[in-house]
């Protein structure tokens, strides 16, 4: 990895996590539009700002006092838009009427995949892995053939939404559930990889925190964990059991941080519901997709220290980037997790791999940067951001089956901690 991209990445991921809080130290902040004009969006452009939508010809971001100096020093023209958002609660915003469109809500989401299953019953088993703290279920959907029977296949995950705000992390893993279910009869390939493997999807793990960012705060990330100091909110993506809580850079031990770790290791019932999931079968890959950046990262998280499997999981994740650049031209840039971008400890990828070694991947889906919307992906967008990762996630399919079907030698196994070696 060249150090300029690697720099480059840690800033832009440093945006995506870091994101404005509904009211900063430095007063309240308001929702603003501009016009959409090419002056405004030089002058948005290095601003931090983050891009609400676009809409009527005007763009709407969140500001705070700062940011509204700046504009009004620079003679771009704003209005303040916060009164059209009703408070749900002092200090939160509420935009009326729900901003999902395309996207799928928790009902709009179960709805479609016990259409799924009700289509596809031979090849699509619809199962619930867990119940959210506000008793929604998290969904599984399990792909393959004579799906009510354990068979002796390969597994490979796809999850979806673990951090609430990331909306097209929803999409992507129905949309292929979708597109293996409807290939099955007419594609050979992909026929003959339904077959040999079974494919869970997971498209919504955080479905309590999607509610909360389609009907109360768009930029809600985390569950909705009733912490122990009144504030809410676990960050998931913190929470599983490999390195939880190392250390204070890679996730935070404060409830009203925006990636607090939780009480303990999985703590909250949707890391739960993945863990049992995963050690209940036989996974031989897994990948989580979350926005934005166009990355393909790889353990670890947690160190910068290599993870001594480096040469199959870069390899598998060039191969992975190639195959998406080959679709809409779009470059995904992919390194190992910490050293090209944050540390961070109790994430899936860690865990999935630090627990058995398989190839385990963070996908951070488009846009590049804020300035292409942020978590804010068009609706006319879904289609072909799927459409370029669906070569990539039938790569990990394939590769799970001929791996399946390898000398045992090549099959994945515990990893040595490289913590404990030096104690
Ligand atoms: O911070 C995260 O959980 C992921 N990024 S996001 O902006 N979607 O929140 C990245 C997790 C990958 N792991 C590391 N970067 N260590
Ligand atoms: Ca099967
Ligand atoms: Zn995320």
């Known amino acids: 990895m060249k150090k300029r991209q690697a720099i480059l990445w840690g800033l832009l991921l440093g945006i995506g996590l870091g994101l404005p809080l509904v009211s900063g130290p430095d007063g309240p902040v308001e929702i603003i539009s501009v016009p959409a004009t090419v002056d405004a969006r030089r002058a948005l452009r290095g601003m931090d700002l983050d891009l609400l939508m676009e809409r009527d010809g005007r763009i ?10 700046r504009l009004s020093a ?3 023209t704003f209005l303040i838009e916060t009164g059209s958002f009703t408070a749900a609660q002092p200090g939160e915003l509420r935009l009326a009427g729900g901003i999902n469109g395309a996207y799928h809500s928790y009902k709009e989401l179960e709805g479609d995949l016990e259409s799924l299953e009700s289509a596809h019953p031979s090849i699509v088993g619809l199962h619930t892995i867990g119940t959210s703290l506000e008793d929604r279920h998290i969904y599984a959907v399990k792909i393959s053939d004579n799906v009510d029977r354990d068979e002796e296949e390969p597994g490979v995950l796809f999850l979806g939404c673990h951090h609430a705000r990331e909306w097209i992390s929803v999409e992507v893993p129905l949309l292929l559930a979708r597109r293996l279910a409807e290939g099955y009869e007419g594609d050979p390939a992909i026929r003959e990889l339904v077959d040999r493997s079974e494919i869970w999807i997971v498209p919504l793990l955080n479905p309590d925190g999607l509610e909360y960012s ?34 204070n850079q890679g996730s935070s031990a404060w409830p009203d941080a925006e990636d607090y770790r939780g009480v303990s290791a999985f703590s909250e019932p949707e ?12 996974f031989l890959a897994a990948v989580s997709y979350h926005s934005y950046s166009q990355s393909i990262l790889y353990p670890w998280g947690f160190t910068d220290i290599p993870t001594g499997k480096d040469e199959l999981l870069r390899g598998l994740g060039l191969e992975m980037a190639g195959l998406i650049e080959t679709v809409n031209g779009r470059s995904y840039a992919c390194g190992p997790a910490a050293s090209s971008l944050y540390v961070t400890n109790g994430d899936l990828a860690d865990w999935t ?51 399946f079907a390898g000398p045992p030698t090549t099959r994945p196994g515990p990893l040595t901690n490289p913590d404990q070696k030096d104690k």
């Open 60 to 69: 709407f971001v969140v500001a705070g006092p700062d940011d509204l100096l």
């Open 271 to 282: 890391t739960r519901a993945v863990r049992d999931l995963f050690l209940g079968g036989n």
């Open 74 to 76: 620079r003679r771009i």
């Open 353 to 403: 791999f630090g627990v058995s070694g398989i190839p385990s991947y963070t996908i951070e889906l488009p846009p590049v940067d804020i300035q292409h919307g942020g978590f804010f992906n068009a609706e006319d967008e879904i289609e072909g951001v799927f459409r370029e990762n669906l070569p990539a996630m039938l790569r990990l399919v394939e590769f799970v089956v001929r791996d």
């Open 214 to 247: 389609i009907n109360v705060y768009r930029y809600w990330r985390k569950n909705r964990r009733a912490n122990a100091d009144g504030t809410f909110g676990v960050d998931l993506n913190r929470n599983y059991g490999y390195m939880w809580g190392r250390d």
